[in-house]
């Protein structure tokens, strides 16, 4: 293998700092922003994102002077969504699990605050979703993200959500601070699973099982989307999301067994 030159690992580390940086961000930034952000001169940061912006992993918004995340950093993660395992085995088991229900089934993993969904399987004759593969959303409004957050250790959950201002609220739902967040978790922690009903999109409910893997950390969550006021089974959907889930949790490397019966969500305890 050849030397790598010592000059060009600096520079290396600062375009990887700052594809890194924008990734986590809600939207396009200023150039000083990102700058301060990795420790790097503004006239070095200016030269690699002119870079970053030629080869399209970089989007340069030229009227708000801002900077974000370009088309080729999306193929990337594209290809990573393709090649990671946790995807390869998530898309037959979801695909059997929606068309056992004939409702919609996903595959989400936690990044940060949010959810990414990994996998969208969409059920025939049923409501568009917003959620879909590269999707993100606050991960306290969704039925997989609770699922996961619920898994985590406190002191983790702490760090995630130390105050009123982590929080954001869709269709004027959702817990509104750590108090609320805890509560609903403490429920999904006891019961093996989360609910959400109208979080993210009024009408439709969510049920959603945590996978496990290696030292029952939680790695992603399986869940299915529901009309609120249609037919569906819910106490037939738990188990089978529960099922699908543990069915990953073993594929992963977790030692969640089969899950247990447990009653089905009621109309009222998916409100909570």
């Keep these: 293998m050849a030397a790598v030159d010592d000059a060009q ?16 961000q809600r939207g396009p930034v200023a150039a000083a922003t990102i ?5 790097a001169p503004r006239s070095t940061t200016y030269h ?11 989007l340069h918004l030229r ?17 990573y969504s393709r090649q990671e ?6 898309v037959p088991v979801i695909a059997a699990l929606a068309d056992r229900l004939g409702e919609s089934a996903h595959l989400a993993v936690l990044h940060g605050r949010d959810v990414v969904y990994l996998v969208e399987e969409r059920a025939r004759h049923r409501r568009v979703l917003v959620t879909d593969v590269g999707v993100r959303l606050p991960a306290h409004l969704t039925a997989s993200g609770r699922a996961m957050l619920a898994a985590l250790p406190a002191a983790q959950l702490r760090a995630l959500y130390p ?19 805890r509560r609903l978790l403490a429920t999904a922690a006891q019961d093996g699973f989360a609910t959400e009903e109208g979080s993210v999109t009024a009408g439709l409910t969510s049920i959603a099982a945590v996978v496990l893997g290696p030292n029952d950390w939680p790695v992603a969550s399986v ?3 529901f009309e609120t006021q249609g037919t569906a089974d819910r106490a037939r959907i738990l188990q089978q999301v529960r099922r699908a889930a543990a069915t990953l949790s ?7 067994g089969d899950p247990p019966n447990r009653p089905a969500p009621t109309q009222k305890r998916a409100t909570q």
């Design 9 to 24: 690992v600096p520079a290396a580390e600062a375009t990887l700092r700052i594809l890194t940086f924008l990734a986590g």
């Design 35 to 39: 700058a301060a952000a990795i420790g």
């Design 48 to 58: 690699l994102l002119a870079a970053l912006d030629r080869h399209g992993f970089v």
């Design 63 to 79: 009227e708000s002077r801002r900077y974000g995340l370009g088309i080729a950093a999306f193929e990337l993660s594209s290809g």
């Design 85 to 90: 395992p946790l995807t390869r085995l998530g």
């Design 163 to 181: 105050d009123a201002a982590a929080f954001v609220t869709r269709n004027a739902a959702g817990p509104a601070g750590p108090a609320d967040l």
């Design 223 to 225: 869940a299915v989307t």
């Design 250 to 256: 073993r594929r992963v490397g977790g030692s969640i």
